[in-house]
């Protein structure tokens, strides 16, 4: 939109290009910001078990006109059916996340999304300082916090299709599962440091542990919308290749003429080169929804998406109150601990990424990783609290295995299906097929506490036997993917004198 205000121009040293200069200030930018983003998240997952604790461990009542055992909780929670409840928190929110997201990503490629974006990082902030504030307005009515978590899970939709479509404008595709695999680490950052902030007040005022998250996420909205920079032609800057063909007959890929829209190389002829100042491209249309599930790949990757969302998500809400009642830890002590799930999940990340550009098999090292994260959840079950070396090892490894396919898959993937070669270039397609992939993928974050919600007063056994057939269902979703990339590496290897290789 022309009527949209420019961002504040970034001056620092000559020696740095301007292109690099601002790629290094959206990946900082953007990584702040998502980190912003689930770092307002965590807080209920650490205050779930202050808000029904054991209080047969503080003492006796004082209040003696009551012999109730949950005299210290919080109403409505301090009911036998808190567990439910808890379900209905998180699934307000994430159910209300899943049905925002598949629209967010429409408005994403209509709307500036620096605008987009600050605007919802700001009411996000609200809305998580107001579930607080029910603290200190000393509300009991559980449809005020049901009703902060739904307002705020349909704000948090504009994030992830804005920050993922900024970088996917910014870098081609030669490392970006690399690169998107370390600033994926935003995730995990984002839940150690909510996680960290809201153990601080849990146990004194837990209303705090909602409020500065809050002013945390709404200030990086407003720094966002000063100084983010949505593409490279906003700044003079050339844009990324996104495909380059290399043939025997094409040696050098910065040479090649591409005929597939406004994403040209730097190579053209000079004829089509000095037409281009004087005329500019016209804008490509913004791709509609069903246009982009006919993007080969976009619907594997969103349902296989959502079984590993479901196990990413079920750990992130359940697994402080899960070492609290199996390890018999403290709120903060058990909150401290689950951060650790967050610190294998970077590991995840990056390898994931770094592997799968290695090899060209995005679906393969998906599937490796959540083969081998099925039986790690079964022995973290079953081994991971006999110690505390145990569960911190068990914790990093089934976090890196759970959350290594979740990050490349909602980064990498998406990208490279957002700027896939059937769309000649129309690179209006990436904020909408990242959120129908983690729009799908948000569908499975809302199933997994829910099911936990559910099937955790059964036992802890029956939780972790649905984490792990979602793996194995996560994995089988993506056999026909990996099949199509081995049968690729073969045909490689055969044409290996002068092979085409797209």
Same mark, same amino acid.
């Given at each position: 939109?022309?009527?949209?205000?420019?961002?504040?121009?970034?001056?620092?040293?000559?020696?740095?290009?301007?292109?690099?200069?601002?790629?290094?200030?959206?990946?900082?930018?953007?990584?702040?910001?998502?980190?912003?983003?689930?770092?307002?998240?965590?807080?209920?997952?650490?205050?779930?078990?202050?808000?029904?604790? +054991?209080?047969?461990?503080?003492?006796?009542?004082?209040?003696?006109?009551?012999?109730?055992?949950?005299?210290?909780?919080?109403?409505?929670?301090?009911?036998?059916?808190?567990?439910?409840?808890?379900?209905?928190?998180?699934?307000?929110?994430?159910?209300?996340?899943?049905?925002?997201?598949?629209?967010?990503?429409?408005?994403?490629?209509?709307?500036?999304?620096?605008?987009?974006?600050?605007?919802?990082?700001?009411?996000?902030?609200?809305?998580?300082?107001?579930?607080?504030?029910?603290?200190?307005?000393?509300?009991?009515?559980?449809?005020?916090?049901?009703?902060?978590? %739904?307002?705020?899970?349909?704000?948090?939709?504009?994030?992830?299709?804005?920050? %993922?479509?900024?970088?996917?404008?910014?870098?081609?595709?030669?490392?970006?599962?690399?690169? #998107?695999?370390?600033?994926?680490?935003?995730?995990?950052?984002?839940?150690?440091?909510?996680?960290?902030?809201?153990?601080?007040?849990?146990?004194?005022?837990?209303?705090?542990?909602?409020?500065?998250?809050?002013?945390?996420?709404?200030?990086?909205?407003?720094?966002?919308?000063?100084?983010?920079?949505?593409?490279?032609?906003?700044?003079?800057?050339?844009?990324?290749?996104?495909?380059?063909?290399?043939?025997?007959?094409?040696?050098?890929?910065?040479?090649?003429?591409?005929?597939?829209?406004?994403?040209?190389?730097?190579?053209?002829?000079?004829?089509?080169?000095?037409?281009?100042?004087?005329?500019?491209?016209?804008?490509?249309?913004?791709?509609?929804?069903?246009?982009?599930?006919?993007?080969?790949?976009?619907?594997?990757?969103?349902?296989?998406?959502?079984?590993?969302?479901?196990?990413?998500?079920?750990?992130?809400?359940?697994?402080?109150?899960?070492?609290?009642?199996?390890?018999?830890?403290?709120?903060?002590?058990?909150?401290?601990?689950?951060?650790?799930?967050?610190?294998?999940?970077?590991?995840?990340?990056?390898?994931?990424?770094? %592997?799968?550009?290695?090899?060209?098999?995005?679906?393969?090292?998906?599937?490796? #990783?959540?083969?081998?994260?099925?039986?790690?959840?079964?022995?973290?079950?079953?081994?991971?609290?006999?110690?505390?070396?145990?569960?911190?090892?068990?914790?990093?490894?089934?976090?890196?295995?759970?959350?290594?396919?979740?990050?490349?898959?909602?980064?990498?993937?998406?990208?490279?299906?957002?700027?896939?070669?059937?769309?000649?270039? +129309?690179?209006?397609?990436?904020?909408?097929?990242?959120?129908?992939?983690?729009?799908?993928?948000?569908?499975?974050?809302?199933?997994?506490?829910?099911?936990?919600?559910?099937?955790?007063?059964?036992?802890?056994?029956?939780?972790?036997? #649905?984490?792990?057939?979602?793996?194995?269902?996560?994995?089988?979703?993506?056999?026909?993917?990996?099949?199509?990339?081995?049968?690729?590496?073969?045909?490689?290897?055969?044409?290996?004198?002068?092979?085409?290789?797209?």
């Amino acid at each position: 939109l022309d009527w949209a205000l420019p961002p504040i121009p970034l001056t620092l040293t000559p020696l740095v290009s301007p292109s690099h200069r601002y790629r290094g200030l959206t990946l900082v930018l953007t990584f702040l910001c998502y980190t912003s983003y689930h770092l307002s998240r965590k807080p209920i997952s650490i205050v779930k078990s202050q808000l029904h604790p +054991n209080c047969s461990a503080l003492g006796p009542n004082p209040n003696n006109n009551s012999n109730s055992s949950s005299w210290c909780s919080w109403a409505p929670f301090d009911g036998d059916n808190y567990n439910e409840l808890f379900g209905a928190l998180d699934n307000a929110f994430l159910v209300a996340y899943a049905i925002g997201m598949f629209i967010s990503g429409i408005f994403g490629e209509r709307l500036p999304l620096r605008y987009y974006l600050s605007a919802g990082m700001v009411l996000s902030g609200l809305f998580t300082a107001l579930f607080g504030l029910g603290y200190f307005w000393n509300i009991h009515v559980l449809w005020y916090f049901i009703i902060m978590q %739904v307002f705020n899970g349909l704000v948090q939709t504009t994030g992830w299709p804005s920050v %993922v479509a900024c970088v996917g404008n910014w870098f081609g595709k030669g490392k970006r599962g690399f690169i #998107m695999g370390i600033w994926n680490s935003h995730t995990s950052v984002g839940n150690i440091l909510g996680s960290l902030i809201a153990g601080i007040w849990v146990s004194s005022a837990w209303g705090f542990s909602f409020v500065v998250p809050g002013i945390i996420i709404a200030v990086m909205g407003i720094i966002s919308f000063f100084f983010l920079v949505e593409y490279p032609e906003d700044v003079g800057c050339d844009p990324p290749v996104h495909h380059v063909r290399v043939t025997s007959k094409e040696k050098d890929p910065e040479a090649v003429t591409s005929n597939e829209g406004p994403l040209r190389v730097s190579g053209q002829s000079s004829g089509d080169h000095s037409n281009s100042p004087k005329e500019p491209a016209e804008k490509p249309e913004a791709i509609s929804f069903l246009g982009a599930l006919r993007i080969p790949g976009v619907v594997e990757f969103s349902l296989c998406l959502l079984f590993a969302k479901l196990v990413s998500y079920t750990f992130l809400y359940w697994l402080p109150l899960y070492i609290v009642n199996v390890a018999h830890f403290g709120a903060k002590e058990a909150g401290n601990l689950s951060t650790l799930f967050d610190v294998g999940g970077i590991l995840g990340g990056i390898i994931a990424g770094l %592997v799968s550009d290695y090899t060209g098999g995005r679906a393969t090292t998906c599937c490796v #990783m959540l083969v081998v994260a099925a039986p790690m959840l079964f022995l973290y079950n079953h081994v991971g609290q006999n110690g505390i070396g145990t569960s911190v090892a068990m914790l990093i490894v089934c976090g890196s295995l759970v959350n290594g396919p979740y990050a490349l898959i909602t980064t990498a993937v998406s990208a490279d299906l957002g700027t896939h070669e059937s769309l000649k270039g +129309n690179a209006k397609a990436l904020s909408t097929v990242t959120a129908i992939i983690d729009g799908t993928g948000s569908v499975g974050a809302a199933l997994g506490p829910l099911l936990a919600g559910l099937i955790s007063p059964t036992g802890w056994n029956n939780v972790f036997y #649905m984490l792990i057939a979602a793996d194995v269902l996560a994995c089988l979703l993506l056999v026909r993917v990996v099949v199509k990339e081995v049968r690729g590496w073969c045909g490689c290897m055969v044409r290996k004198r002068g092979y085409v290789c797209t």
